[in-house]
T-cell receptor
């Protein structure tokens, strides 16, 4: 399996500000994804982070609100911009295609509260 | 939309087998069945996956019906630490295609 770390693990932010979440993997991976889990809900896919090119966003998510970077095969960032209380969620990084397997693994998540 | 149907909740006595069902009647020939679980406040944990044959690992067994329209995840001796939300997901097997789309899952409560 892959060891995935996320920073920060949690944060409390003021509305109107932005937060960048980092995801680091201990090995090169083929694909990286970002998910959101709103309180009491299941996971929703935000986007696929593509190395060296723009991320591919799911319906309902836009680059201006959730800019994503992926500068190499082990690292990605998700920024939550111009936050509102509705953005309070757990944000999860996920990876696939490491060490010869196609299994997808998840990071521990970043718990974001927006006041 | 998720392509699977699971009961919203189940109970199981500690030490007994937990059998979690999943219906995936529209599964395609190249789609695998994946199971994950999410213990409260943690990231989802991979459990097992299969295409058409039954699979077993150190965590669980996966039984897939011959027509592949349904499957059952079996935790042979459930413990209190197995209390979690269990997600059944179908996904194409190729590394570069297919997204892992989560439904609502089954909340399994293991009771002493």
């Amino acid at each position: 399996s892959a060891v995935i770390s996320q920073k920060p693990s949690r944060d409390i932010c003021q509305r109107g500000t932005s937060l960048t979440i980092q995801c680091q993997v201990d090995s090169q991976v083929t694909m990286m994804f970002w998910y959101r889990q709103q309180p009491g809900q299941s996971l929703t896919l935000i986007a696929t982070a593509n190395q060296g090119s723009e991320a591919t966003y799911e319906s309902g998510f836009v680059i201006d609100k959730f800019p994503i970077s992926r500068p190499n095969l082990t690292f990605s960032t998700l920024t939550v911009s111009n936050m509102s209380p509705e953005d309070s969620s757990i944000y999860l990084c996920s990876v696939r295609g490491t060490r010869g397997t196609d299994t997808q693994y998840f990071g521990p998540g970043t718990r974001l509260t927006v006041l | 939309d998720a392509k699977t149907t699971q009961p919203p909740s189940m109970d199981c006595a500690e030490g007994r087998a937990a059998n979690l069902p999943c219906n995936h009647s529209t599964i395609s020939g190249n789609e695998y069945v994946y199971w994950y679980r999410q213990i409260h406040s943690q990231g989802p944990q991979y459990i097992i996956h299969g295409l058409k044959n039954n699979e077993t690992n150190e965590m669980a067994s996966l039984i897939i019906t011959e027509d592949r329209k349904s499957s059952t995840l079996i935790l042979p001796h459930a413990t209190l630490r197995d209390t979690a939300v269990y997600y059944c997901i179908v996904r194409p097997g190729s590394s570069n295609t297919g997204k892992l789309i989560f439904g609502q899952g089954t909340t399994l409560q293991v009771k002493p």
